[in-house]
C-alpha cells in the first residue's frame, strides 16, 4: 500500500515537471536531467518508472489518443458536445494539456487534426443543405476547421484554461461556425 503511495507520487511529480517544462521549453529540447531535478528525484527513480521521456510521453499520448477515440465514438455527429468533452477533460489534465501546446509533440497535434477533420467530414455536408459541395471543397473546408479549433484549443491552453469548458466550447462553435 505505501509503495502505491510513493509511485503515485512519483509519477505526478514527474508529470508536473513535464508539464512545467513544455511551458518554457519545446519536447525535443527537455534533458531527462531537467525532468529529474524539476520532479526533485533521482535519475534511477525515473528510470524504474520510464524508460526513457518518449517513453513516458507515449504512454501520455495512448491516454489521450484513447480519450479522444472513446469521445468522438459515444458522440457521433454532435460536434458540439463532442468538442465539449475534448475541453473538459483537458481542462483537468496538465502533461496533456501540455502537450497540446506549442511546445508539444507533433504526434499528438498532428493527430487531434486528423480526428477533429474525419469528424468535421462526417458533419459539415450534412449542414449545407441544399448548397452541396464537391469533394474538393469539402476538404479544404474541414481542414480549415480543424486547425481552426486546433489554433483555439492550443490558445485556451497558452491562456492558462482561464475559460471554462462550457465556455471556451461556446465561443470555439460562435467562431467556427455551428454544427
Same mark, same amino acid.
Given at each position: 500500500?505505501?509503495?502505491d503511495i510513493k509511485i503515485t507520487k512519483t509519477?505526478? *511529480?514527474i508529470e508536473m515537471a513535464m508539464s512545467d517544462l513544455l511551458k518554457e521549453k519545446t519536447f525535443?529540447?527537455?534533458t531527462t536531467t531537467e525532468l529529474v531535478k524539476r520532479a526533485g528525484i533521482s535519475r534511477s527513480s525515473f528510470y524504474t518508472h520510464y524508460q526513457d521521456k518518449y517513453e513516458m510521453i507515449d504512454q501520455y499520448q495512448s491516454?489521450?489518443?484513447t480519450k479522444v477515440e472513446t469521445i468522438f465514438d459515444q458522440n457521433?455527429?454532435?460536434v458540439h458536445n463532442a468538442i465539449f468533452e475534448i475541453f473538459d477533460f483537458l481542462?483537468?489534465?496538465?502533461?496533456?494539456?501540455?502537450?497540446? *501546446?506549442?511546445n508539444g509533440t507533433r504526434e499528438i497535434h498532428i493527430f487531434l487534426r486528423q480526428k477533429l477533420k474525419a469528424l468535421l467530414k462526417t458533419v459539415i455536408p450534412?449542414?449545407?443543405?441544399?448548397?452541396?459541395l464537391d469533394q474538393i471543397r469539402i476538404d479544404y473546408q474541414t481542414t480549415y476547421s480543424a486547425h481552426a479549433i486546433f489554433g483555439m484549443v492550443q490558445l485556451w491552453i497558452k491562456r492558462g484554461k482561464k475559460e471554462s469548458p462550457k465556455e471556451i466550447t461556446d465561443t470555439l462553435i460562435a467562431i467556427v461556425g455551428h454544427f
Open positions: 500500500m505505501m509503495t509519477r505526478r *511529480s525535443d529540447q527537455i491516454v489521450f489518443f457521433g455527429t454532435d481542462y483537468q489534465e496538465s502533461v496533456l494539456s501540455a502537450l497540446l *501546446s506549442e450534412t449542414h449545407l443543405g441544399p448548397k452541396k
